[in-house]
């Protein structure tokens, strides 16, 4: 049958240049699980201009054990992505933190008093274990503080066994640590309980900060998502988020 109103007009995808800053992702070249090489790295910048945004902050994981980045390491593949952006003529600006697993690494560089690298000033992106309780996080997150540093927590409603002690969520709210969201984790991105945690941390209004987190296409896709834009819009409407200001 003939359609009197024509195609429905697909539905576009957020604007992500509403966020300002991408603070969280993984796309300096072969260092840790993110980009494989320079030509992904580029791929996946582009990618996240087209859908809005201009400036990041990737975070390269620091992990005992795994991924053995150092500031050098770091900024040696910052100045080759640079180069490759300059290059291509691609505008955007991209700075360099990372993401700390707290382990003993950190607690090592701790101890040195060894300068971590920071999203802006003194923000400093960490995780912890996705599989078990933390021992001695509080330890570590408090010798930062005790250092200077402002611990942001990342993608915290990942840590999917503390559905069951949403306490310790607000015990680390109350000792000053700050949060950032994942925002495909609004989508269902990582299942469901971690969709329902965090909905249950931007109920308690939590987030501070969010971040793509990207690693690979994948992720580039999901960002494509129309129904990302209500939430995004939701958490703006706060006007909590740090994004713009770094």
């Known amino acids: 049958m003939f359609n009197l109103f024509g195609k429905k007009k697909p539905a576009t995808p957020f604007d992500f240049s509403q966020l300002g800053t991408d603070m969280h992702s993984h796309l300096l070249p072969g260092i840790d699980d ?23 902050i990737t975070t390269p994981h620091i992990m005992a054990g795994m991924y053995h980045n150092t500031p050098a390491i ?37 101890q040195k008093k060894e300068p971590l690298l920071t999203l802006s000033e003194n923000l400093v992106l960490t995780e912890f274990s996705m599989a078990q309780p933390p021992m ?12 200077g540093y402002q611990p942001v927590i990342a993608h915290p409603e990942r840590y999917t066994y503390l559905i069951q002690n949403k306490n310790f969520y607000h ?43 990207l690693h690979h296409l994948r992720h580039l896709d999901a960002l494509h998502n129309p129904a990302l834009a209500e939430p995004i819009n939701k958490i703006l409407s706060t006007n909590q988020l740090l994004n713009q200001s770094l």
Not at 79 to 95: G, K
């Open 171 to 213: 015990e680390l709210k109350d000792t000053g640590c700050y949060f950032q969201l994942n925002i495909l984790s609004l989508t269902g991105g990582y299942g469901k309980v971690v969709t329902e945690l965090a909905q249950y941390l931007l109920k308690n209004n939590f987030y501070n900060l969010l971040g793509t987190d």
């Open 74 to 110: 770091i900024n040696d593949r910052l100045a080759l992505v640079r180069q490759a952006l300059e290059q291509h003529n691609i505008p955007v600006t991209i700075h360099a933190a990372a993401e700390y697993f707290l382990d003993e690494h950190v607690e090592e560089l701790l």
């Open 34 to 56: 993110g980009a494989t090489d320079i030509e992904n790295s580029l791929e996946l910048i582009k990618g996240l201009h087209a859908l809005g945004y201009k400036k990041f």
């Open 136 to 147: 001695n996080i509080k330890d570590i997150l408090f010798e930062m503080q005790m250092q």
